[in-house]
């Protein structure tokens, strides 16, 4: 019997929960990173590297501890870097996100190349507690002003959203996904990438993970583009604002437009989650 204070780390409880992120990774194509704020556990890293991307951090010391200890892709946050801190986090770091403006101001020239990217506070979150509200009034985590952000785009390829705040519901998070997409849909489309934190609860037992599909499908008009749409039945039949639908749009084609190889474009359509409540809007890249 071990007479010291001790953490016992149950791993079959935690393979359950790793299995559920590699599934989400693998339909999804999403990263999953682990937040070594709310688990730095190193004794078990080697048991959930293979399931993960790599870690996302909060401070230098776990910048360090996820480049040494976990590998894979290493995000780099603080909400308040040191001058005597930066340098070294860029050196364990594969990007470095800037709590505001004006730490980027401050910091963004010593980045050493990084991807950078920077926190938006959209001002709504899930959170329970206001004391840990990411996004409470006159709260300092993020930038709101969509103005300020655009001003700063080309020197930044990416953004953090951090407010989900173990958030079990699914259509909740989907509500608020289309309210960051109405506020701040014209500079996301300049992003390479985006980092949702925060406590997506999708582990939870009943969380639906894997919708059957997407019905009542609208797809947006594209000038200069013909929109074919395919009309079938679903596999089942689904209750949709109060009505049962039993078919819909199955397959939708953009034809006639010109895009060259070396350039990309984007195809929009809307739909909801057979299964759940939740509305979804797709952005197909070609």
Known sequence: MMKTPHYLIDKSKLLRNLERIEHLREKSGAKALLALKCFAAWSVFDFMRPHMDGTTSSSLNEVRLGSTRFGGETHAYSVAWADHEIDEAAGFADKMIFNSIGQLDR?????????????????????????????????RLGETDPGRIEAVLDRINGF????????????????????????????????????????IHFTADGYPIEAEGVVS?????????????????????????????????????????????????????RGTASGHRALCAHRLHS
């Not at 985006?194 to 406590?199: A, K, Q, R």
Request: proline share 6%; glycine share 12%.
């Open 107 to 139: 910091f963004g020239a010593r980045a050493g190349g990084l991807a950078c990217g920077l926190r938006l506070n959209p001002g709504i979150s899930v959170s329970h507690f206001d004391l840990a509200d990411p996004a409470r009034p006159f709260s």
């Open 160 to 199: 953090m959203i951090h407010n989900n705040c173990e958030n079990g519901d699914f259509a909740l998070f989907s509500e608020m996904l289309d309210q960051i997409e109405e506020k701040y849909g014209e500079l996301l489309r300049y992003a390479d990438w985006i980092s949702l934190g925060g406590g």
């Open 217 to 269: 499908v609208k797809p947006m008009p594209k000038p200069g583009w013909t929109i074919d749409k395919v009309v079938a039945p679903y596999e089942a039949e689904y209750e949709l604002h109060g009505r049962k639908v039993a078919e819909g749009v199955t397959e939708i084609t953009w034809s006639g437009g010109s895009l060259a190889d070396d350039e990309y474009d984007e195809f929009v359509f």
